[in-house]
T-cell receptor
């Protein structure tokens, strides 16, 4: 266990479904991130939160909706996804945003959109 | 883009050999980080090297940074089968890290 827990580990959903991914960290970190990892592509940053405030939204389609109710929890709400959204979704945290800190990643949620 | 690019894309070596992986980037950085990812899992932070550092060690890992060439290398000495994984370099870009596509390392027992 890294201290960052993601649930569920696997998710299969239809294009009309609504589902949520959950991330929880017990490290006392103030920054949390969502990344998307697709085959043969670099990790794509989706969202950055610092102390529950969104500080970056990397041109992510509105069918992905993040929520950060407190500095320990991060959600990614999904609705009307497309098959190309199938990927490994990784949550990460760091002590602060900025360039001086390594990230701690969760094990990811493998999402398949059918 | 500050995205790092790793080289080679794939590397296969025998257990006990050394593995050298390279990363190049385009613009100036504050730090460069290396991560490992086992199949289907999250990334694990290995080492962070700051722009004013030239070399850093952690166990069997040795990382170098050449800011004049905008490149870094990760050396794993005396490799083990358990080192089989994908390795990523990441460069800082303000509030976030930007990752490359990764290097797939296979260590044959």
């Amino acid at each position: 266990e890294t201290g960052v827990t993601q649930t569920p580990r696997h998710l299969v959903m239809g294009m009309t479904n609504k589902k949520s991914l959950k991330c929880e960290q017990h490290l006392g970190h103030n920054a949390m991130y969502w990344y998307k990892q697709s085959a043969k592509k670099p990790l794509e940053l989706m969202f950055v939160y610092s102390l529950e405030e969104r500080v970056e939204n990397n041109s992510v389609p509105s069918r992905f909706s993040p929520e950060c109710p407190n500095s320990s929890h991060l959600f990614l709400h999904l609705h009307t996804l497309q098959p190309e959204d199938s990927a490994l979704y990784l949550c990460a945290s760091s002590q602060e945003t900025g360039w001086n800190y390594g990230y701690t990643f969760g094990s990811g949620t493998r999402l398949t959109v059918v | 883009s500050q995205q790092g690019e790793e080289d080679p894309q794939a590397l296969s070596i025998q257990e006990g050999e050394n593995a050298t992986m390279n990363c190049s980037y385009k613009t100036s950085i504050n730090n460069l980080q290396w991560y490992r990812q086992n199949s289907g899992r999250g990334l694990v932070h290995l080492i962070l090297i700051r722009s004013n550092e030239r070399e850093k060690h952690s166990g069997r890992l040795r990382v170098t940074l050449d800011t004049s060439k905008k490149s870094s290398s990760l050396l794993i000495t005396a490799s083990r089968a358990a080192d089989t994984a994908s390795y990523f370099c990441a460069t800082d870009g303000g509030s976030k890290l930007t990752f490359g596509k990764g290097i797939t390392l296979s260590v044959r027992p």
